[in-house]
């Protein structure tokens, strides 16, 4: 076996040892972590590809991603219902 070989073994030898360590995002908790954390904000479940809102480490209100992207207005009335607010209006990303 040649060294360039033996130097792409080595390599992919490091990268068997390296260590994955979670982001430390809401994104990436678990509902568990996020009650426990008593946790409040909007996050993006991957898993059921929902927006969620969060209050103090409760579940509050969920819609899928596509249908808050699609009908904004949608959104706004849950938002608006979990909080008890009279009006709610998203600003529009940019480049949109």
């Known amino acids: 076996m040649n060294t360039k ?3 792409i073994i080595k390599q992919f030898e490091s990268a068997d040892k390296e260590e994955f360590k979670r982001p430390d ?3 990436f908790l678990s509902s568990l972590e996020l009650k426990q954390q008593k946790w ?3 996050r993006s479940n991957s898993i059921t590809q929902e927006l969620e809102i969060w209050a103090l480490g409760e579940l509050r209100g969920s819609m899928p991603e596509l249908v808050a ?3 904004p207005e949608r959104w706004e ?3 608006a219902e979990v909080f008890a607010l ?3 209006e998203s600003n529009p990303q940019k480049g949109n």
């Open 69 to 71: 992207q699609n009908f």
């Open 25 to 27: 995002h809401p994104d």
């Open 5 to 7: 070989n033996l130097n």
């Open 77 to 79: 009335a849950l938002y």
């Open 86 to 88: 009279h009006h709610v």
């Open 40 to 42: 409040s904000g909007i």
